[in-house]
């Protein structure tokens, strides 16, 4: 099997993470992987916003939790200490699909690496109030934008699980 189909196959989303912080070096290389993604007429869309800040990681994990509407405590990035936000301006057409493939190569970079990740979604609700604004004045960024998604990104506290086996009747050919 090929390096890039082993990654594939073996990444799994991750629910448990050490606190250990992410070296940025790697966290580069995630997002290089990430800007590097498909885009809809080669507009390159997608912003990342790297959060590593504890206090700012954890007020987004907490907004995280009060928008899926989980109990004080549950933290929705499983301990992670690293967040890669993924939005887009909003008058890109194909920004969410954009956002999605920049999320994806990210997975597998991060994988690559040894480092577990996992999609968290609310990204929009998010950003699509006064705490996102926030976060955009604090980055300096103008403009509308959709909250895409984010990667919560660790050393994972856990086994890699197995892969569920893939649903049949999903291939057709025509
Ligand atoms: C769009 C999207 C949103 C997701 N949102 C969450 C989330 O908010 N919380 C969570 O625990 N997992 C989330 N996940 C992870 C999925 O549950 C996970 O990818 C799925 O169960 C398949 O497992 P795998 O990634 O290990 O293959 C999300 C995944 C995607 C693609």
Redesign the pocket.
């Known amino acids: 099997m090929s390096e890039l189909s082993k990654i594939i196959k073996e990444?799994?989303?991750i629910?448990n993470f050490k606190p250990d912080q992410v070296p940025k070096v790697l966290l580069d290389q995630i997002i290089e992987a990430g800007l590097y993604a498909a885009n809809g007429r080669g507009k390159q869309a997608p912003v990342i916003i790297a959060v590593t800040n504890k206090d700012i990681r954890d007020q987004i994990a907490d907004e995280n939790r009060r928008i899926g509407g989980w109990d004080t405590g549950f933290d929705?990035f499983y301990g992670a200490p690293a967040i890669l936000i993924v939005i887009a301006e909003k008058s890109v057409p194909t920004g969410i699909y954009d956002g999605?493939l920049s999320l994806g190569n990210m997975m597998l970079k991060a994988h690559e690496l040894g480092l577990g990740s996992?999609?968290?979604?609310?990204a929009k609700e998010e950003f699509d109030s006064d705490f996102g604004r926030n976060i955009l004045d604090k980055i300096g960024l103008d403009g509308d934008y959709e909250g895409i998604?984010h990667l919560a990104v660790g050393y994972a506290d856990c086994e890699l699980?197995d892969?569920p086996a893939r649903r049949e009747g999903r291939v057709f050919y025509l």
């Open positions: 990444r799994r989303s629910r929705p999605s996992i999609w968290i979604h609310r998604g699980p892969p």
